[in-house]
């Protein structure tokens, strides 16, 4: 069964920086493509990055280009969303997400981690 834990969530002052880390089990991390989605209160979740198996491919939401970067270690078998220049507009319960072959902005992906909640306030 894949598992994925996020972790790295917390409060942050706007401005300030925060990365997420997503752990994945259950199957061999290279395989799969991985995502980060997040929830703001009362809205729906909504896409943020993806990468694809190897790493070398990138798709960002207009929101995060150029404040955030998502990564992946295979040999760790972890995706991270380093997040820069915060804004308040940022909070959300932020998700990590995995697929065997859909790396795309819809929440068509197979396996679902429970969420860490970033808060950017001051």
């Known amino acids: 069964q894949v598992q994925l834990v996020e972790s790295g969530g917390g409060l942050v002052q706007p401005g300030g920086s925060l990365t997420l880390a997503c752990a994945v089990s259950?199957?061999?991390?290279?395989?799969?493509?991985m995502a980060w989605f997040r929830q703001a209160p009362g809205k729906e979740r909504a896409f943020v990055a993806a990468?694809?198996?190897?790493?070398?491919?990138?798709n960002y939401a207009g929101a995060a280009k150029g404040r955030f970067t998502i990564s992946r270690d295979n040999a760790k078998n972890t995706v991270y969303l380093q997040m820069n220049s915060l804004k308040p507009e940022d909070t959300a319960v932020y998700y990590c997400?995995?697929?065997?072959?859909?790396?795309?902005?819809?929440?068509?992906?197979?396996?679902w981690g429970q969420g860490t909640q970033v808060t950017v306030s001051s």
């Open positions: 259950g199957r061999t991390f290279s395989t799969l493509t």
């Open positions: 997400a995995a697929s065997s072959n859909y790396w795309g902005p819809n929440d068509e992906y197979d396996y």
């Open positions: 990468i694809a198996k190897s790493g070398l491919i990138r």
